[in-house]
């Protein structure tokens, strides 16, 4: 399999760097096998729906471990991080989340061979959670 | 800690399973204020795990980015008749648990 332009598969957010790079160790983020399924556009950003799915066979040779989400704007970036284990079967998470303001999100999935794929999505959301001090 | 948890009563073995969870739960941001002005701390569900025939099968590290009750779906395979063991614990020390059983066919 030959891998095109894999640096710049994903888009690089430099609010989000310092974590990134925590999590991948500097190793790159490649894009195809994640996908991350979220409405463009939200009225209200206390929950959000939000489904990741990551292709993987999910066997004891190749499976993801770990799912991290981050955030751009978020006044704490990271959303929540998963643990799986091939038992699952299928690396897939469906949850709500809280968002703020018009921002991307990442996705980053630890698999089990120690590569990192990755997945970003923009998001706007017109009336914020997060920073709602009512 | 209430929580409403779907799992399906009986599975083929080898069979996917979608687990589902939502506990209740305010998942209190620290960024709001009460009526006198002062701040609400921080309390979120922060550690939820699931069990399955006593092994970990998957676990949510969850921050203030998730919303009020939160909500999971995941995916297990069904391997062998047990107990679905979840447990979940908030910044209050908050303990919850519930147990569902799960019988395996074929």
């Known amino acids: ?134 | 800690m209430v929580a409403r948890i779907q799992v399906p009563k009986e599975a083929k073995r080898g069979e996917l399973i979608a687990v589902r969870i939502a506990i209740q739960h305010p998942m209190e941001t620290g960024f709001r204020f009460d009526h006198s002005g002062k701040p609400i701390p921080k309390n979120v569900v922060n550690t939820l795990t699931c069990s399955y025939g006593g092994v970990e099968i998957f676990r949510a590290e969850m921050g203030s980015g998730i919303s009020a009750n939160p909500y999971l779906q995941f995916y297990t395979r069904a391997t062998a008749s047990g107990e679905l063991v979840f447990e979940w614990v908030d910044d209050a020390g908050e303990r919850g648990s519930e147990r569902v059983a799960i019988t395996v066919t074929g």
């Open chain 1, 1 to 134: 399999m030959t891998q095109v332009r894999v640096a710049n598969a994903v888009p690089r957010i430099e609010v989000l760097q310092p974590l990134v790079d925590k999590i991948t160790g500097g190793a790159p983020l490649q894009e195809g096998r994640v996908t991350l399924d979220i409405p463009q556009l939200s009225d209200n950003g206390h929950s959000v729906p939000m489904k990741i799915s990551i292709a993987s066979p999910m066997s004891e040779r190749d499976y993801v471990r770990t799912v991290h989400v981050l955030s751009e704007k978020n006044p704490r970036p990271v959303i929540a991080t998963y643990h799986l284990n091939p038992q699952c079967g299928r690396a897939e998470i469906t949850t709500r989340v809280r968002l703020n303001g018009e921002q991307r999100l990442l996705v980053i999935a630890a698999m089990s061979d120690g590569s990192f794929q990755a997945a970003s999505a923009s998001v706007i959301v017109t009336e914020t959670a997060c920073l709602d001090a009512s």
